[in-house]
């Protein structure tokens, strides 16, 4: 059975820090990219951050990008998101999800509708 399970979300103050973490069971790790989303009150759930396992590829998207790094773990077959000067706009639930990828694929920003397996979520909230 697969299973992403994210880990690490909390309250942080505008400019903080938080990491989070995706583990993964039940299946290939190195065959998957895990991609980083985000769903704030409201809106839709937006792609932000993705890694290839084989390769360790990454993508974000321009809204994250030099705040937030994305790295993986295939020994503990774990996924982080390190977020740095965080936002009151950063404010949602973070999920992971996971996609079978080819050998060769490299990494883009993630869309939602690319990915297969998802987890259940973790809130991160940042007040200003």
């Not at 880990?7 to 938080?18: C, R």
């Not at 290939?28 to 769903?39: H, K, L, P, T, V």
């Amino acid at each position: 059975e697969v299973q992403l399970v994210e880990s690490g979300g909390g309250l942080v103050q505008a400019g903080g820090s938080l990491r989070l973490s995706c583990a993964a069971s039940g299946f290939s790790f190195d065959e998957y990219a895990i991609g980083w989303f985000r769903q704030a009150p409201g809106k839709e759930r937006e792609g932000i951050a993705s890694i290839s396992s084989n390769d360790g590829s990454t993508a974000y998207t321009p809204a994250v990008k030099g705040r937030f790094t994305i790295s993986s773990d295939t020994a503990y077959e774990t996924v982080y998101l390190q977020m740095n000067s965080l936002k009151p706009e950063d404010t949602a639930v973070y999920y992971c999800a996971a996609k079978y990828v080819a050998a060769n694929w490299g990494a883009s920003p993630p869309q939602t509708y690319e990915y297969d397996f998802w987890g259940q979520g973790t809130q991160v909230t940042v007040s200003s």
